[in-house]
């Protein structure tokens, strides 16, 4: 296991469109959280899943987002009708229960919106 | 609400000099706290963490230490390589939250 994997890294979408992305986490972590970055600002929360479950969503996450981690392994979050307002950095990490010992990032989808 | 703050930067060094990132969190009951690093083109990198006060956390060169009289938890090094040169970020996680709540993190360019 190589650690937590996104795709794509980069996406360059149209306003309007509908975008997702998708994350792997590590294979025996049952915590996934989404966050987004904005150019010098640190990353902020968007929402979590233990295992299937969603059990948190930031009021960051509005209607137009939506996460599922279906069958508690890998996560897409999508983005409808996209806003250029949307363009950031979307981090995936991933964790063992609590998160105690820190959380595992991946190396992000960068979104541009134009 | 709990929040980070960290020292702005850039901060701009020579090779081997001493590095202090300042870090203070707001926060109810125990927080674990965290410094990650994210270097250019990379995503983010957990360097240490501490989970109670009076803990120091270390790693690569790099400590900081739990103060819970002062809320403070500063990032130091002493001396800093020109391959330290990424952006530091300090974190914490409270006892009831599940999210890690971030500062906005302090740019570190080490020149030789």
């Known amino acids: 296991d190589t650690g937590v994997s996104q795709d794509p890294r980069h996406k360059i979408t149209k306003r309007g469109q509908n975008v997702t992305f998708r994350c792997d986490p590590i294979s025996e972590h049952n915590r996934l959280y989404w966050y987004r970055q904005t150019l010098g600002q640190g990353p902020e929360f968007l929402t979590y899943?233990?295992?299937?479950?969603?059990?948190?969503k930031s009021r960051l996450l509005s209607d137009r987002f939506s996460a599922e981690r279906p069958k508690g392994s890998f996560s897409t979050l999508e983005i409808q009708r996209t806003e250029q307002g949307d363009s950031a950095m979307y981090l995936c990490?991933?964790?063992?229960?609590?998160?105690?010992?820190?959380?595992?990032f991946g190396s992000g989808t960068r979104l541009t919106v134009v | 609400g709990d929040s980070v703050t960290q020292m702005e930067g850039p901060v701009t060094l020579s090779e081997e000099a001493f590095l202090t990132i300042n870090c203070t969190y707001t926060?109810?009951?125990?927080?674990?706290l965290f410094w990650y690093v994210q270097y250019p083109g990379e995503g983010l990198q957990l360097l240490l963490k501490a989970t109670k006060a009076d803990d120091k956390g270390s790693n690569k060169g790099f400590e900081a230490t739990y103060r819970k009289e002062t809320t403070s938890f500063h990032l130091e090094k002493g001396s800093v390589q020109v391959s330290d040169s990424a952006v530091y970020f300090c974190?914490?996680?409270?006892?009831?939250?599940?999210?890690?709540?971030f500062g906005k993190g302090t740019t570190l360019s080490v020149s030789s």
């Open positions: 974190a914490l996680r409270t006892a009831a939250g599940t999210a890690l709540i």
């Open positions: 899943f233990q295992n299937e479950a969603q059990l948190e």
């Open positions: 990490a991933s964790s063992l229960w609590d998160g105690q010992d820190g959380y595992t």
């Open positions: 926060a109810t009951g125990y927080p674990s």
